[in-house]
């Protein structure tokens, strides 16, 4: 028996595929979407939001610049409005002063001696009053923790400028007098300490007094021996204080309206002697 014939092999044939140009093209291809998208993908999680961020920092770096400017710039010009408020305020209370003072007094008087504004000569229990002696008007006291007034009991003042120049010889205080009802001892009284201290009071009687302003000043000549110009000026409730032309103090009060001018001694804890001289005032 004879094997049958093998069967014949039939020969391999190529399927219609691509070739290999287009292969590698497609591959290449592939390749640059992949890195087109990492691209897009650093550009949109990486890249961009760091340069929003560098943005909005540089932004709000400026603002803060301009803020802080605007700030300083601010406070400048504040600091520079106060600095102009005072100067104009300081320059206005000193301007009252020389307005006050600028024309020809109604009054005014050496205390080289008695004339018709009918300045007290009078003793002091104790020791010590008021007269004229070397040219000047002298008040004094020798009784420790006393004052003694004097007062031009021909004059009446209601709105002034008064001035007097004044010395405390030696001892403790010296002021003016004004708006005063001598035989009630009502009056407002500016005194002057000779350690350089300087205060307004109101007496309601012999015994009773009101302080109304109190202060130390640059422009006091201090201790005895030196002489100090003192000015009160007074315009309804308002009185203005002034030591050697310069403000010193302003004080607001309504309790007398008028009356006579006068000065003072005051013997705190030592025998004062106080020399008063060229007496002015102004009315207003």
Same mark, same amino acid.
């Given at each position: 028996?004879?094997?049958?014939?093998?069967?014949?092999?039939?020969?391999?044939?190529?399927?219609?595929?691509?070739?290999?140009?287009?292969?590698?093209?497609?591959?290449?291809?592939?390749?640059?979407?992949?890195?087109?998208?990492?691209?897009?993908?650093?550009?949109?999680?990486?890249?961009?939001? /760091?340069?929003?961020? @560098? $943005? =909005? &920092?540089? +932004?709000?770096? #400026? *603002?803060?610049?301009?803020? !802080?400017?605007?700030? /300083?710039?601010?406070? @400048? $010009? =504040? &600091?520079? +409005?106060?600095? #102009? *408020?005072?100067?104009?305020? !300081?320059?206005?209370?000193?301007?009252?002063?020389?307005? =006050? &003072?600028?024309?020809?007094?109604?009054?005014?008087?050496?205390? !080289?001696?008695?004339?018709?504004?009918?300045?007290?000569?009078?003793?002091?229990?104790?020791?010590?009053?008021?007269?004229?002696?070397?040219?000047?008007?002298?008040?004094?006291?020798?009784?420790?923790?006393?004052?003694?007034?004097?007062?031009?009991?021909?004059?009446?003042?209601?709105?002034?400028?008064?001035?007097?120049?004044?010395?405390?010889?030696?001892?403790?205080?010296?002021?003016?007098?004004?708006?005063?009802?001598?035989?009630?001892?009502?009056?407002?009284?500016?005194?002057?300490?000779?350690?350089?201290?300087?205060?307004?009071?109101?007496?309601?009687?012999?015994?009773?007094?009101?302080?109304?302003?109190?202060?130390?000043?640059?422009?006091?000549?201090?201790?005895?021996?030196?002489?100090?110009?003192?000015?009160?000026?007074?315009?309804?409730?308002?009185?203005?204080?002034?030591?050697?032309?310069?403000?010193?103090?302003?004080?607001?009060?309504?309790?007398?309206?008028?009356?006579?001018?006068?000065?003072?001694?005051?013997?705190?804890?030592?025998?004062?002697?106080?020399?008063?001289?060229?007496?002015?005032?102004?009315?207003?």
């Amino acid at each position: 028996m004879q094997l049958p014939p093998a069967v014949q092999q039939q020969p391999a044939q190529h399927a219609g595929g691509l070739s290999r140009g287009m292969l590698i093209l497609l591959i290449v291809l592939a390749l640059l979407s992949m890195v087109s998208g990492i691209g897009l993908i650093y550009y949109s999680t990486v890249y961009h939001p /760091a340069q929003l961020h @560098a $943005q =909005a &920092t540089a +932004t709000t770096q #400026a *603002f803060q610049t301009r803020e !802080a400017q605007g700030m /300083a710039t601010a406070n @400048a $010009q =504040a &600091t520079g +409005t106060a600095v #102009a *408020f005072v100067q104009a305020t !300081a320059t206005a209370l000193q301007n009252i002063y020389t307005s =006050a &003072t600028s024309g020809s007094p109604t009054l005014s008087d050496s205390l !080289a001696g008695n004339n018709e504004s009918g300045w007290d000569e009078d003793q002091a229990q104790g020791g010590g009053g008021c007269g004229f002696t070397g040219g000047a008007y002298h008040v004094s006291l020798y009784s420790k923790g006393f004052y003694f007034p004097c007062f031009a009991q021909n004059t009446n003042f209601s709105n002034l400028a008064y001035q007097v120049q004044m010395t405390i010889t030696r001892g403790d205080y010296g002021g003016l007098i004004f708006r005063a009802n001598s035989t009630a001892t009502k009056f407002y009284v500016f005194r002057l300490e000779s350690d350089g201290i300087y205060d307004l009071f109101v007496s309601q009687d012999n015994n009773h007094t009101t302080e109304l302003s109190y202060g130390n000043s640059p422009a006091i000549h201090k201790y005895a021996g030196h002489s100090n110009l003192l000015t009160v000026v007074a315009r309804g409730s308002n009185m203005y204080l002034y030591i050697n032309k310069q403000y010193v103090s302003t004080v607001s009060d309504d309790t007398y309206k008028s009356g006579q001018i006068g000065v003072f001694a005051e013997d705190h804890t030592n025998p004062t002697d106080v020399a008063f001289s060229n007496v002015q005032v102004w009315k207003l």
